[in-house]
């Protein structure tokens, strides 16, 4: 096993604290506006990071909302449920590259990562399956997954469209009246979409048909925690975007293997 820390120091009550450079501020993510239409528009758990305690048992309690870092793999590891840019994880990963320390994911990473394009071209490039994707600011094919690429968009919301009338109202929405482009994704017959959450590039047994672009992700982007969006064919499964978790929506399974990276016990 590698040698690591956790960067937190010791409370009164024997618990652990964490580091108060990570104490994390309140912040409101994954907002998003109900279409009149009734449009099929998915979005992931809204965010909100606070102060945590952590115990240093195999099953530590991991607290909503907290940030947790380790020395794992030759590297610092900061483990959040949201990289986003400008968030205080960003900026938490951008101090340690600033002081020299080698830290995962990098900066330019988490970046990428949540840009659906950037991200699927990357992934495309390292050999890991994606969907078919184009970008516009009007026409998209029928039917297809599409995201927002304005400034205020993330990759947790999408929405399926499968009529014109429908691609209207939606492609109005996400480009706010064609003032910012999208990205599509045409859907074939028989697809099924659904997520799977990647812990250190590892996922729990329910999503083992995606253990493999785990895995990959994890040695390209260096996400230790991350929502996979995937499009499955029969028995492949194509990645349409990463997007961040929640940790009250991990099964025990997730949380018990995340425990594990947090207290260096993930062997066990």
């Given amino acids: 096993m590698n040698s690591r820390c956790c960067e937190a120091r010791a409370g009164g009550n024997g618990k652990v604290s964490p580091d108060p450079r990570f104490s994390i501020p309140a912040l409101a993510r994954g907002v998003t506006d109900t279409l009149a239409d009734g449009t099929d528009q998915h979005t992931l758990p809204s965010l909100r990071k606070t102060n945590h305690r952590i115990s240093g048992r195999k099953d530590c309690v991991i607290s909503r909302d907290a940030l947790y870092t380790i020395w794992h793999n030759n590297a610092w590891q900061i483990i959040s449920e949201d990289y986003a840019y400008k968030t205080e994880t960003y900026y938490s990963i951008l101090k340690t590259e600033m002081e020299g320390k080698p830290v995962q994911p990098a900066s330019a990473d988490v970046i990428d990562a949540y840009v659906v394009p950037v991200c699927l071209e990357r992934a495309h490039l390292a050999g890991i399956p994606v969907c078919d994707w184009g970008i516009s600011q009007g026409y998209a094919p029928l039917p297809s997954m599409v995201y927002g690429l304005n400034y205020f968009a993330t990759a947790s919301e999408y929405s399926i469209i499968h009529d014109s009338e429908q691609s209207k109202e939606v492609v109005k929405h996400i480009t706010n009246k064609g003032?910012?482009?999208?990205?599509?994704?045409?859907?074939?017959?028989?697809?099924?979409?659904?997520?799977?959450?990647?812990?250190?590039?590892?996922?729990?047994?329910?999503?083992?048909?995606?253990?493999?672009?785990?895995?990959?992700?994890y040695n390209l982007f260096g996400l230790p925690l991350v929502t996979m969006v995937y499009v499955k064919y029969g028995n492949r499964s194509l990645l349409s975007s990463l997007a961040p978790v929640k940790y009250s929506q991990m099964s025990p399974e997730e949380r018990s293997i995340l425990s594990g990276y947090i207290t260096g016990q993930e062997h066990l």
Avoid: M, N, W
Avoid at 182 to 210: M, P, V
């Fill in 179 to 217: 003032k910012y482009p999208f990205c599509y994704q045409k859907l074939d017959d028989g697809f099924e979409i659904g997520s799977c959450i990647a812990i250190f590039g590892k996922t729990a047994r329910k999503c083992s048909h995606t253990a493999d672009i785990a895995e990959r992700v």
